[in-house]
């Protein structure tokens, strides 16, 4: 998973059908997007596997990618607050030119797929807890699912080879059986029986393990004025969210042999999360100027398979925030530390390398989410046995390009890169730590609440580790290229709800 832009869908759907309380309501989400990598892997190049099993090198690859999800909505109102509603979508997808910058591209060859996405039924309910009125949903099948903004859990389809896409991933559905949510205020909660929808044949080779997990999350949270955070994340001002699950079952072949995803079945994760304004100091302006957010994920399995006997890993990050409000385009600034565990030896006993599991790249930014950065996050660098330092500064003009609605916001990223343990990641003891430094800028332009697009661009700078990485993705039997200092990136998308 590199990038996901969510549906807005609920946002400007047509009504098809509207009669006894049965009302059906259609949309389209379409997406493109576009990418110049010069210099691609400090000079490493990406390599585009062939139908006769060689590679192509490309050494500034240009790609495309472009998808269209056709959806249909359905609610049905019995009486008394019942009310049954379901929902069927698909994704079709391409990627063209060369492919994905990685070192070995994932959707090189112009892969293109039409698959389903959504296909879920359920009913919802009022009930009474504690003398609060709340609503109970129970949804069956395939559907999107969060925890808050996806640190953990927030994507069920991974994009990569057939299935095209890479960078966008459009994709989010996990298969079913499904979940129940209870949406209260100021709590709310969510239990869920779901799996990935991972196929190794479609994804020539590149999927994440097939993983099946029941689990459940619980939140407590501050509603912003007039909002609804019971069953929408941007609306809490403030939350605090406990999550667990435990993986019944998932892939355990060969093909996932000591790597950080290889030990899922059998294990246990906990989550701790939190967000927002949470220490409100209105004599320092902190109850509306000063955020903080974080999450502490543990990863323990004394059952683990694929090379390993047990499992100890964490992920985490703490992120501190302001909003210059009282100055011209209201500047917002955060530092971000993330820290996913790892060890010295990949092939010892215990696995202590983190699983991202269902990683999404957040709701709260487009740019600055928890991919570290545009060039080296996304291609090179795992998103295990990693440190990361980020900062980054968002400021939204008061110009209006096309109407008075629409908005333009500028970001520049800055994020420091670097290994746990050198030899953690195959590297020689002697190989230092740092992997890279990098800055992005960003131009993100909403023109509505379906309508968006930005433009990007950036430069990262190696460091020895990063160099390590780019040469130990060569290709067995190819020649090593001229390594440099630096690799580059411009990239443009756009979106567009019907």
Do not use: C
Request: proline share 5%; net charge neutral; no cysteine.
């Amino acid at each position: 998973m590199a990038f996901g832009v969510e549906s807005k869908s609920a946002q400007a759907d047509t009504t098809l059908v509207s009669v006894r309380g049965l009302t059906l309501q259609g949309g389209l989400d379409i997406g493109g997007s576009a990418f110049f990598v010069p210099h691609a892997n400090f000079g490493a190049g990406s390599y585009a596997p062939q139908k006769n099993g060689a590679y192509q090198r490309h050494k500034n690859p240009v790609y495309g990618e472009f998808y269209g999800k056709p959806m249909l909505t359905g609610q049905w109102a019995l009486g008394h607050g019942f009310t049954v509603i379901g929902r069927a979508s698909a994704i079709g997808a391409t990627t063209l030119g060369n492919g994905d910058a990685e070192e070995v591209s994932q959707t090189s060859g112009t892969p293109r797929s039409i698959y389903l996405e959504e296909a879920n039924l359920g009913v919802e309910m009022p009930v009474k807890l504690f003398g609060n009125p709340n609503k109970l949903t129970i949804l069956g099948g395939r559907q999107a699912f969060a925890v808050d903004d996806g640190f953990l859990i927030g994507k069920g389809t991974y994009s990569a080879g057939n299935r095209g896409a890479w960078w966008y991933a459009p994709r989010f559905a996990f298969s079913g059986p499904g979940v129940i949510k209870l949406e209260g205020n100021p709590v709310r909660a969510d239990v869920f029986m779901l799996e990935s929808n991972s196929d190794n044949d479609i994804d020539t080779g590149y999927d994440r393990p097939k993983t099946k997990f029941v689990g459940f999350d619980v939140s407590w949270f501050v509603n912003r004025p007039g909002g609804h955070g019971e069953n929408t994340y941007a609306d809490r001002a403030a939350f605090v969210t406990l999550t667990y699950f435990h993986v019944r079952e998932a892939d355990t072949s060969s093909h996932y042999d000591y790597s950080a995803r290889g030990d899922r079945e059998g294990m246990n994760v906990a989550s701790l999360s939190w967000g927002g304004t949470l220490f409100p100091i209105k004599q320092l302006g902190i109850s509306k100027n000063f955020t903080f957010y974080g999450d502490f994920v543990s990863e323990q399995n004394s059952h683990a398979g694929n090379g390993y006997k047990s499992v100890e890993a964490y992920g985490m990050f703490l992120e501190p925030g302001y909003r210059f409000s009282m100055l011209p385009w209201q500047p917002s600034l955060f530092y971000r530390y993330t820290r996913y565990s790892g060890a010295r030896n990949p092939e010892g006993s215990v696995k202590r390398s983190y699983d991202t599991f269902f990683l999404y790249d957040g709701k709260r930014y487009t740019y600055g989410g928890y991919w570290p950065g545009e060039i080296v996050g996304m291609y090179l660098a795992p998103l295990s046995n990693l440190e990361v330092q980020q900062i980054d500064l968002t400021a939204t003009p008061p110009v209006h390009l096309l109407n008075a609605q629409d908005s333009l916001k500028l970001g520049l990223h800055y994020y420091d890169l670097s290994l746990l343990y050198a030899t953690g990641a195959g590297l020689k003891p002697h190989t230092g730590r740092h992997i890279s430094d990098e800055l992005d800028f960003s131009a993100e332009y909403t023109l509505n609440a379906t309508t968006s697009a930005a433009l990007a661009g950036g430069v990262a700078f190696s460091g020895p580790a990063g160099k390590a990485l780019a040469r130990s993705g060569v290709p067995q039997g190819y020649a090593l290229p001229d390594l440099g200092h630096h690799a580059g990136i411009i990239e443009a998308y756009f979106f567009k709800h019907f």
